[in-house]
């Protein structure tokens, strides 16, 4: 079974802090993800990454950063968290080809700044 | 550009009945995907479904089935005699070819099943 995993499933973090997401997969996929989820928004692309090192902006990458230094990790970082950072966070992987593969999902983080 | 609609913000319908979930989408791409996740309420997205755009057959597996229409732009999901763990929030999304496997989102229907 395709398993990713998010570093915490709750977090509380003040404005202005510096906030670390952490996600990984263990299925050898080339590509990972980073989505918000807001209620009526459904999901937003942050950031993507379809090899070690590389990243790709998504559709609201503005406040995030993302780090990615081994294939199997690709973390999320708030440089300075701010109110409306309060969202979940939601990270996925998939093969990587030029054909587009099932995303595999984490639990998903729900971020409160407060 | 990419877009994909869910018209329907929530539905509640009662155990056994039949319901569908509609999905339009829209795309200038001839090479194309389409998906159908679920997020029950512990939340973690769970894959259903994928089919690419040169293959209308429609799908059935057990009480789910999907309707795949190129000439509406359309990816209905119907479940056959609901249960109560159908609840959840049912997601479609789009992804073009060579994208990087990125998803775009339509914003999600919400099914009650009420017993």
């Known amino acids: 079974d395709v398993k990713v995993t998010q570093s915490s499933r709750y977090l509380v973090k003040r404005t202005g802090e510096k906030v670390f997401l952490e996600c990984v997969q263990d299925m050898d996929h080339e590509n990972m993800f980073w989505y918000r989820q807001d209620p009526g928004l459904g999901l937003r692309l942050i950031y993507f990454s379809y090899d070690v090192k590389m990243k790709e902006k998504g559709d609201i990458p503005e406040g995030y950063s993302v780090s990615r230094e081994k294939k199997e990790r690709f973390s999320l970082i708030l440089e300075s968290a701010s109110t409306n950072q309060t969202s979940m966070y939601l990270c996925a992987s998939s093969r990587g080809t030029v054909s587009s593969y099932e995303q595999y999902f984490g639990p998903g983080t729900r971020l409160t700044v407060t | 550009a990419q877009k994909v609609t869910q018209a329907q913000t929530e539905i509640s319908v009662v155990e056994k009945e039949d319901v569908t979930l509609d999905c339009v989408y829209e795309t200038r791409d001839t090479t194309y995907y389409l998906f159908w996740y679920k997020q029950p309420p512990s939340g973690e997205l769970v894959f259903l479904i994928r089919?690419?755009?040169?293959?209308?057959q429609n799908e059935i597996s057990g009480r789910y089935s999907w309707n795949f229409q190129k000439s509406t732009s359309s990816f209905n999901f119907t479940i056959t005699a609901s249960q109560v763990v159908d609840s959840a929030v049912y997601f479609c999304a789009l992804s073009e070819y060579n994208q990087g496997g990125k998803l775009i989102f339509g914003q999600g229907t919400e099914l009650s099943v009420k017993p």
């Open positions: 089919r690419n755009s040169f293959d209308e």
